[in-house]
């Protein structure tokens, strides 16, 4: 049996009374589980649930494991509105990019993770967030020069717009070209912070969310974020409610 820390990301029904279970290790990253006998634990408090950290070990040779037991390590997270539907995106996300890894040792990715938590936690969504992808992308091999105009070799002038391009980054636009393209458009000053890794200005973190929402789609994929769409139900009803 190995043993290892984790999080549950997703579970759904397996056969009767087991369930097959997506978690994020340290060491293994993502790692698909059979969790046999787990839906006859629900009613004595013990079933696998989301934000919170198990010790858990497993065995298996396949790239579906036998989850062997597991335990708490932590009491459930208290996320609630808004910030609970951040910790289901940052785990669908996190599934979407990493499926394609078999195995792979995602240390600083599960310190982030337990960071972006505690931010969700404080209240601190959008940085939470902002963060969590920055790291992101660095794992999966995708970090940019922010700073820097890849066509060019010149750095970014705070006054001045710029495009971005998958696996490139950024490169210098017309004014004209922003005004018209505005969603794919950023400005100098504002990635300057962002390669400075100062997100305090509304306005940096305001940019930074639609420019790694560009980022990250070639690798969590272009179909519609489950999370944002079931937020958006939620706003929607608790308007009609009101």
């Given at each position: ?18 369930a ?7 060491d293994?990253g ?5 969790a046999?006998?787990v ?7 013990q ?25 708490s390590?932590?009491?459930?997270l208290?996320?609630?509105g808004?910030?609970?539907f ?9 599934l979407?990019?990493?499926?394609s890894e078999?195995e792979?040792?995602a240390e ?5 993770y ?5 931010n ?46 998958v ?6 636009v ?66 009609q409610?009101?």
């Open positions: 049996m190995i043993k290892q820390s984790a999080y549950v990301l997703h579970s759904r029904p397996y056969r009767e009374s087991s097959m279970v997506d978690l994020f290790t340290p293994y993502l790692l698909r589980c059979i046999r006998g839906k006859k634990t629900i009613g004595q408090g079933s696998l649930q989301p934000f919170v950290q198990y010790q858990i070990f497993f065995h298996g040779d396949s790239g579906l494991k036998n989850l062997d037991k597991y335990e390590l932590s009491l459930p208290s996320l609630a808004d910030a609970l951040s910790g289901f995106y940052i785990n669908e996300v996190i979407r990019a990493l499926r078999a792979v040792e600083l990715l599960y310190e982030a337990q960071a972006a938590l505690h969700l936690q404080n209240q601190n969504l959008e940085l939470a967030l902002r963060l969590f992808e920055l790291t992101l992308l660095e794992h999966m091999g995708q970090s940019y020069e922010w700073s820097m105009d890849f066509k060019t070799a010149d750095w970014v002038e705070a006054d001045c717009h710029y495009g971005f391009f696996e490139q980054g950024m490169s210098r017309s004014h004209i070209y922003a005004a018209k393209n505005p969603n794919n458009c950023f400005y100098g000053q504002d990635l300057i912070h962002l390669s400075q890794g100062d997100l305090t200005q509304p306005s940096t973190l305001k940019m930074c969310k639609r420019l790694l929402r560009l980022a990250l789609k070639p690798i969590i994929g272009y179909k519609p974020i489950q999370a944002r769409e079931l937020l958006k139900q939620y706003k929607h009803l608790s308007v409610e009101k």
